[in-house]
């Protein structure tokens, strides 16, 4: 049974340079948490300081109900797999997974039962004479992984763990994290920078920025209702489209103001929510799936806003599609099916129904 | 019609034959191992001339008699062998050169480490300050030690005196004497020492001495399972390297003892100098000095080889 709790914890260095700036978060036993951000958000800081590598400025940390503060990394019974893998160059696969068992003195047998049972998971039962270098970079990380696994620790910490690795190993070996968490059922605090990572390992997602904490919570609620204009832009690929905006009218006739000859009414849901928003500079946040061609059967609030375009980009199951409204750079997914050329003009629909409002003054998602 | 053939089927022939030949020649030439050759030979030709020549000359003088008039064989060899005064010296020559060198790596590698973790500019600070002794010429640098250790104006001395203890004289007791030899060369050779370890230091990742962390490793262990470990290659380099060299030493035993008291420290080098240059006995000489090699050729069989494996598996 471990928790993980930070409360309020920052980390600065030299005065300066505030790395973390006072974060909190819960997380469960057996959770899978992914911290995920762009470089120098602090999500790496924050793991590191998990694992006890990383002295605390100020706030608290607790493993299993128990302040870590002061705890040396040996002591916190975790374990973690490095972005390099960090695997000791000299020994085998086995002594290098046997290596904390040995040091915290558990008997021979137990060690080989272990060991034998990491590599069954993992699949590297023939690997355990070798030395490292002997190894791909995919067996590399497995044997990291076996290291993690052999301890029954309290927490997994994953520094970037398959940021090493060719495109299509990374996403075998994603599966293959999500599969060990199944079966060994540890808590766990993974780091990565990449959002399709996130997305598809995480219990919880947790986006960091500039040493703060945007939003926490499940892939689908980050996907769907993201909190702050951060997270919209961070969370998606490609990206969400901001376009500058008004809201205009009174009451429940409200109005969304792109240009001067472009305006759509707003759907009736949403009247109320953004009232309070009129007549000021906004930003209409749109993901590309709901800028597409016009369909044949209109569907309430999907309005029509024919484009030129200026480039297409056919990704076999798709065309994105990048045009401009009212001068603001935009991509857009059409159907495969649609005859999308550069330069031409191409009846595209607005889905409203999935719109975002963002006040550009606190960035936050309204 | 024949003379016509004649004279045009001998400028070609001319012309065919000799291009093949000198063109064969110019590939030679062109080769780049041939070029990688040539621009080696001055140094072969130096090495030859100030290695290799000395090496057999020593040899084929060793088996000369003293006025180096007649060939005797081994006899020289065995007088030594059966010398007392030689057998103190091969004792103290190992002695000299085994403690020695154990103790400057030692030293070296605990500066090294404390180096390792003294961070920035401070670290660059106390590098230079320790390279110090590595760089002022042994000759007066062991001027300066025997100016505080010798009986008349032993700063030392003065030193036991303030705090109410007996002088020391210390050159004229063998094993003082012996242990200042020692001592002295530690001092100057611990900074060689020190910055090959600490620059192999900095090679290791950090992550390794993490990931140790995590797996439950105390500093000790650190030091046990990742430090010696990665840096045994450096060690067996060094310390071949060192020993070879601490061997062969002559000018801080020259300088501070000259082999006395009584020959009890002279190493192998100042023993052939007095033995060959100053009493005039070449052919002895070279046979004291010839005793070196097949030690150090035995260290560095064994040690070589453990390097040249430990590479293969890319440590």
Request: aromatic share 10%.
């Amino acid at each position: 049974m471990a928790q993980v709790t930070l409360r309020r914890v920052s980390k600065s260095y030299d005065q300066h340079v505030q790395a973390v700036k006072g974060i909190d978060l819960e997380i469960a036993d057996e959770e899978f948490v992914v911290l995920v951000g762009p470089s120098g958000c602090g999500k790496t800081t924050t793991l590191r300081m998990i694992a006890g590598l990383e002295e605390i400025t100020g706030g608290e940390i607790t493993i299993a109900g128990e302040v870590v503060n002061d705890v040396p990394p040996r002591d916190r019974d975790i374990a973690m797999v490095f972005q390099n893998y960090a695997l000791y160059p000299h020994m085998t696969v086995f002594d290098n997974m046997a290596f904390g068992l040995k040091l915290r003195k558990f008997a021979k047998d137990e060690i080989r039962r272990r060991v034998d049972e990491a590599a069954r998971i993992l699949d590297i039962g023939e690997l355990l004479a070798r030395k490292p270098k002997a190894l791909s970079g995919g067996q590399r990380q497995r044997v990291a992984m076996g290291r993690a696994i052999v301890r029954h620790p309290k927490v997994f910490l994953f520094d970037e763990p398959l940021s090493n690795l060719d495109a299509k190993l990374r996403v075998q070996m994603r599966t293959e994290i999500k599969k060990v968490h199944q079966t060994v059922r540890t808590t766990t605090v993974y780091v990565t920078h990449d959002q399709v990572e996130a997305m598809t390992l995480a219990d919880r997602v947790v986006v960091m920025n500039r040493g703060v904490i945007e939003q926490v919570g499940p892939p689908q609620e980050l996907y769907h209702s993201p909190a702050t204009r951060f997270v919209a832009g961070f969370i998606g690929s490609p990206a969400m489209n901001f376009i500058p905006c008004r809201i205009q009218g009174r009451g429940n006739e409200l109005t969304l103001r792109l240009a001067d000859n472009l305006s759509f009414p707003l759907p009736p849901d949403r009247t109320q929510r953004y009232g309070a928003n009129t007549d000021r500079e906004m930003l209409l946040g749109l993901r590309p799936e709901h800028l597409t061609e016009l369909k044949d059967q209109a569907k309430p609030n999907v309005v029509r806003l024919d484009s030129r375009l200026d480039v297409t980009e056919p990704m076999g199951m798709e065309i994105l599609v990048h045009f401009r409204i009212n001068g603001t750079a935009v991509c857009g997914r059409v159907d495969p099916s649609v005859r999308a050329m550069a330069g031409e003009i191409l009846p595209m629909s607005a889905d409203l129904n999935h719109m975002h409002l963002i006040d550009p003054e606190t960035d936050r998602v309204i | 019609m024949a003379d016509g053939t004649t004279t045009v089927s001998a400028p070609a022939l001319r012309g065919f034959a000799p291009p093949a030949r000198r063109s064969s020649l110019r590939r030679f030439a062109q080769r780049r191992s041939t070029t990688a050759v040539l621009m080696c030979l001055p140094l072969i030709c130096l090495i030859a001339g100030l290695v290799v020549y000395p090496f057999f000359y020593s040899i084929w003088l060793s088996l000369l008699n003293r006025a180096m008039t007649r060939f005797i064989a081994l006899f020289n060899y065995r007088y030594l062998l059966r010398s007392d005064t030689f057998q103190l010296v091969i004792f103290q020559s190992c002695f000299f050169a085994i403690t020695a060198v154990f103790f400057k790596a030692l030293i070296g590698f605990i500066l090294a480490h404390v180096m390792h973790n003294i961070s920035g500019k401070d670290q660059k600070l106390w590098r230079g300050v320790l390279l110090v002794p590595w760089v002022i010429p042994p000759a007066l640098s062991t001027l300066g030690w025997w100016w505080m250790i010798s009986g008349d104006y032993s700063a030392i001395n003065w030193l036991l005196e303030q705090v109410g203890m007996h002088p020391v004289a210390w050159l004229a007791s063998t094993w003082w004497a012996r242990i200042w030899v020692v001592a002295v060369n530690v001092w100057y050779g611990t900074p060689f020492f020190m910055i090959m370890y600490l620059a192999t230091l900095k090679s290791v990742p950090d992550q390794l001495y993490e990931a140790a962390a995590i797996d439950g490793a105390t500093w000790l262990q650190k030091i046990r399972y990742i430090s010696l470990p990665m840096l045994r290659n450096i060690i067996s380099i060094t310390v071949l390297f060192s020993l070879i060299v601490t061997f062969a030493n002559f000018d801080i035993v020259e300088n501070l003892t000259a082999g006395a008291p009584a020959n009890t420290t002279h190493v192998f080098a100042t023993y052939a100098f007095q033995l060959g240059i100053q009493s005039g006995n070449i052919p002895l000489g070279a046979a004291v000095s010839l005793f070196i090699f097949p030690i150090l050729a035995i260290f560095s069989v064994f040690i070589l080889r453990g390097v040249g494996r430990r590479a293969q598996e890319g440590i």
